[in-house]
């Protein structure tokens, strides 16, 4: 079965600092695609990043990279020098068939 | 691109009475739309799937009299709680996809605060 796990339920950061959200997932397909979403307290769905099964190199969007490892299926965001807009909540998705599978999510908060 | 609406945003009802939410694609055909429902500081969990022009799937444990989904264009898609009550209350999502994007990906909408009193 497919499954993503976000072990970090809370986590609390200094502004400025980086910080990285743990995800792992499990699945036997070959092809899969992992995305991140931050759902500020607004409750909209922000498209964060994306990582897909066969690509060679770590995404990187601006501020946020995914350490990705896919022998140990992990699939972490980084967020480098948070800033106090980054407090919402993290989601990691994975996309199984036409569904997406979600993870328990952390929620971040950003210290000034 | 790719923006999704929802409407209303937060609606307030009595209980017994019928809600309906609409979900847009505002400039992409939405092939595929979802429906979902977040409790406070809980995680998605997807109600149901619908394509346009036919019946929407629903997950298991979902209400189909309860949680009516009509996908009626390739740009509009409408949730219907009927009979509501205070246990309906949640933050309803939708999201929708049509084969666009750099990852296929599915586009959401804000969102709608449902409060059955």
């Known amino acids: 079965a497919q499954k993503i796990t976000q072990t970090q339920p809370g986590m609390f950061v200094q502004e400025k600092e980086a910080v990285t959200l743990d995800c792992t997932y499990d699945?036997?397909?070959?092809?899969?695609?992992l995305f991140w979403y931050k759902q500020p307290s607004s409750g909209e769905m922000i498209f964060l990043i994306y990582q897909g099964s066969y690509d060679q190199q770590n995404a990187t969007e601006g501020r946020y990279s995914l350490n990705f490892q896919k022998a140990r299926k992990s699939a972490n965001l980084v967020i480098s020098a948070s800033q106090l807009g980054d407090s919402a909540m993290y989601f990691c998705?994975?996309?199984?068939?036409?569904?997406?599978?979600w993870g328990a999510g952390t929620k971040l908060i950003i210290k000034p | 691109g790719a923006v999704v609406s929802q409407h209303p945003s937060r609606v307030i009802c009595k209980s017994g009475t019928s809600v309906k939410i609409e979900c847009r694609s505002l400039d992409f055909q939405a092939t595929t739309m979802f429906w979902y429902r977040q409790f406070p500081k809980q995680s998605l969990m997807l109600m149901a799937t619908s394509n346009e022009g036919s019946k929407a799937t629903y997950e298991q444990g979902v209400e189909k009299d309860k949680f009516l989904i009509n996908h009626a264009s390739l740009t509009l898609s409408t949730l219907t709680v009927t009979s509501a009550h205070p246990e309906d209350s949640s933050f309803y999502i939708c999201s929708a996809s049509g084969g666009i994007g750099p990852h296929n990906e599915q586009f959401f909408g804000p969102g709608t605060r449902l409060t059955v009193l």
């Open positions: 699945t036997s397909d070959p092809s899969y695609g």
């Open positions: 998705a994975m996309r199984g068939g036409y569904q997406l599978i």
